[in-house]
């Protein structure tokens, strides 16, 4: 039964073709220099575990997904010179000798291996590719910082990681530092560091039978002395970023001391116009009070007109009704008036 499992398993694995990636992203685009990015990822049913040369077309390709599937190498890969974003998450790389041909892509910057077994038989492999990659700016999900490249500079002098056997690969370029050390042999199988290009402080360090336990206590040192540095750098940024922090809060306090003689300045304008509505509408009810007075002065002034009416004559009565008549309008406005000052002081009284 598990051999039967392993076999259905190992069909699941395929080496693509460039027709296969076609026919899986139904590209139709004659010339595939001009695709900028692939998604490869595998699935349960079909893991790439060879790339072959199904990529050598794609010549302008800047991101390339290949996670979820069974890679054991990335040989296929060193052409893409203009690619820069890698993602290898979740196959079965063995070792970072399997990834070596990465070092021939200048433009890489960011580069996803987790969960490769080279991951956990190397607890190395990071800071040796962050040294043989000058380029990468992201590994794993995490930015290469300053501090790594620093250690990793210390660590792998050749720029190809920790040494395999007599000579480091040709496969990994140096990167581009003040000094370029180099391994050489001499009698009894040991090492030395030999400096390409004249004395430096490196020299002070090399290692030799008489000297060999001080080589790291001293890079020891230097490493901490870097370590030292980047925390003065961080506590001038912490310094800076206090100081602005005060900036701020110095700004708002004023603001807001600005907000508050705001307010009191327009409470200030509320109390004065609603006490002047007060007084103007004091002032109204005095008018119409006034008005109602007059009124009523009318009034009487029109009925002892009218007695005196009955003691003339019909025609003298005629003409009188007549202006009499035309009296009534100020009777109506008289009611008017007498309404007007009655709701007003309602609306005082309420108020």
């Known amino acids: 039964m598990l051999g039967s499992l392993n076999s259905m398993a190992a069909d699941c694995l395929t080496t693509i073709t460039e027709q296969w990636i076609r026919h899986k992203l139904h590209l139709k685009h004659p010339y595939l220099g001009d695709v900028r990015s692939l998604r490869l990822p595998g699935t349960y049913e079909e893991k790439i575990r060879h790339l072959g ?9 800047k991101s390339l997904d290949l996670s979820y599937n069974a890679l054991v190498s990335v040989e296929g890969l060193q052409h893409l010179k ?12 063995p070792t970072k000798e399997e990834v070596k041909v990465l070092c021939k892509l200048p433009a890489l910057k960011e580069l996803d291996l987790r969960l490769n077994p080279l991951t956990r038989r190397d607890p190395n492999y990071r ?28 660590q792998f ?21 003040e000094q370029s050390m180099t391994f050489t042999e001499f009698e009894g199988g040991k090492k030395r560091y030999r400096n390409n290009r004249g004395p430096s402080n490196f020299a002070a360090r090399t290692p030799n039978k008489s000297n060999k336990r ?14 030292e540095d980047d925390l003065s750098v961080q506590e001038a940024e912490v ?9 701020l809060r110095h700004g708002a306090e004023l603001r807001e001391e600005e907000h508050r003689l705001e307010v009191l300045g327009l409470s200030s304008q509320v109390e004065e116009t609603q006490g002047a509505v007060v007084r103007n509408m004091e002032q109204l009810r005095l008018v119409l009070e006034e008005n109602v ?5 009318l009034i009487r002034l029109e009925q002892q007109y009218l007695k005196s009416l009955m003691k003339i004559s019909p025609i003298d009565q005629i003409k009188e009704s007549l202006t009499l008549s ?3 309008p100020h009777r109506s406005l008289v009611v008017t008036n007498q309404r007007l000052l009655g709701e007003l002081n309602s609306s005082l009284q309420h108020g």
């Open 53 to 61: 040369d199904a990529l050598t077309n794609f010549i302008r390709l």
């Open 214 to 227: 001080l080589f790291i206590p001293a890079q020891a040192v230097q490493i901490l002395s870097m370590m």
């Open 326 to 328: 035309c009296s009534i």
């Open 239 to 247: 310094t800076t970023l206090r100081w602005d922090v005060a900036t």
């Open 293 to 297: 007075g007059l009124q009523k002065q």
């Open 157 to 177: 002098p050749s720029g190809c990681g920790p040494p395999q056997g007599p000579h480091c690969p040709d496969e990994c370029p140096h990167l581009d530092t």
């Open 127 to 154: 800071l040796s590719l962050i040294h043989a990659m000058s380029s990468l700016r992201k590994l794993d999900d995490c930015p290469v910082r300053d501090t790594e490249r620093k250690v990793a500079i210390m």
């Open 82 to 93: 203009m690619l820069e974003r890698l993602n290898l998450y979740y196959n079965r790389i």
